[in-house]
């Protein structure tokens, strides 16, 4: 069924070059191309602090990138448990010795960056469950005693990273966790029992929310209750993203960014700014490249031969669009405000990082699409 591990091995630097998915490459190369030229239309069209540094993110990563591809599948299916266990143990980390900003305990400082670990646990859990997966037989799939470890895995760091407080981050983790357990082929029941005990526990649950994100949910249901005060974000993006029409107002012609009714353009609500500068085909244009990202990731899916791959393939290409999902949805007022970033084009060094990271590995089953894993 495989070749054997000998021929695998013996790839040349040319060889993996070429057995690589140029169309993936050149989606992420465009994206990132594109969001240097968002970003510096943040800074007032000037080569200032953020521009500066998110063109040096996106060149490192994207370096990373390639260097994560060459790295044998086989290399991340053996180190999935220990990736799981770092990223868990940083946020660990944020717990005790985190830093501090707009009220959240989010970040480790490593001088040389602020690493959010919570963005590095979105692909640890990831790999991690598709290595459980591909280590049971289908037949033990849904057997009690093999759903403890999972639930553990995945309930342990969204509980962090809630404490934190960070509620949109931990739900993107745990949309990734239960992605892979239902490719795994877990039973409906146990999904909507889970389902039942997360309904019954929501009226506790919300005691236990800070009073902003109690705000954000009434302001997702009626942005004008408080125009001035907790809706000014959603209603403020509604108006530059239709502000720019089919073609949008221009590059660096944004009246919403410039005149600074935009806050957060350069993170969260980076697409808005887009979108009022390049309108509704420049909108349509960016969706169109996140989806060939999504389908080359599936289509690499498909081809790998271990199931391990196949899980994480699908699992993050599920992942990928919940996460292009939730920020676009959330700035279009169709979503309550979470502080979702928007893949790539996003300013942040630990998701970009992540982002990359998960690509990068997504490339590795790819170009060893033959070789088992263990």
Request: charged content about 10%.
């Amino acid at each position: 069924m495989f070749q054997p591990r000998s021929i695998q091995s013996s790839f040349s630097f040319k060889d993996k070059i070429m057995m690589m998915d140029f169309t993936l490459i050149l989606s992420i190369l465009i994206l990132g191309i594109l969001s240097m030229f968002a970003m510096y239309s943040t800074d007032g069209g000037k080569f200032d602090y953020h521009t500066k540094s998110h063109i040096v993110r996106f060149c490192v990563f994207f370096l990373m990138f390639f260097v994560v591809s060459f790295f044998q599948i086989r290399f991340w299916y053996q180190t999935s448990t220990i990736l799981y266990i770092s990223f868990f143990l940083l946020l660990l980390g944020v717990k005790y010795f985190g830093l501090t900003s707009s009220g959240s305990q989010r970040w480790l400082n490593f001088y040389f960056m602020n690493l959010q670990p919570s963005e590095l646990m979105k692909i640890g859990l990831i790999l991690f469950l598709a290595k459980y997966y591909h280590r049971i037989s289908t037949q033990d799939v849904n057997r009690i005693k093999f759903l403890f470890l999972p639930i553990a895995a995945l309930v342990a760091p969204v509980l962090l990273v809630i404490a934190q407080p960070d509620l949109g981050t931990s739900i993107l983790i745990a949309i990734g966790g239960i992605t892979v357990s239902w490719l795994a082929g877990v039973r409906v029941k146990f999904f909507a029992y889970a389902g039942i005990l997360f309904l019954s526990l929501t009226p506790i649950a919300i005691s236990f929310l800070k009073p902003y994100q109690k705000s954000r949910i009434l302001t997702f249901l009626n942005p004008d209750r408080d125009p001035l005060g907790a809706g000014y974000q959603i209603i403020q993006s509604k108006i530059a993203i239709g502000s720019g029409g089919l073609f949008g107002k221009g590059f660096l012609n944004g009246s919403q960014s410039y005149l600074d009714y935009l806050p957060e353009k350069h993170t969260d609500f980076i697409f808005t700014l887009f979108s009022e500068e390049f309108g509704f085909i420049g909108s349509i244009f960016i969706l169109l490249l996140y989806s060939l990202i999504i389908h080359r990731l599936v289509a690499i899916g498909n081809v790998t031969r271990s199931s391990f791959g196949k899980l994480y393939c699908f699992s993050f290409a599920t992942a990928f669009f919940v996460y292009v999902s939730v920020n676009m949805g959330m700035v279009l007022g169709l979503l309550p405000i979470v502080g979702a970033p928007l893949p790539i084009m996003s300013y942040g060094g630990s998701s970009m990082m992540a982002i990359m990271l998960g690509l990068g590995i997504a490339m590795s089953c790819k170009i060893y699409k033959d070789t088992p894993v263990n």
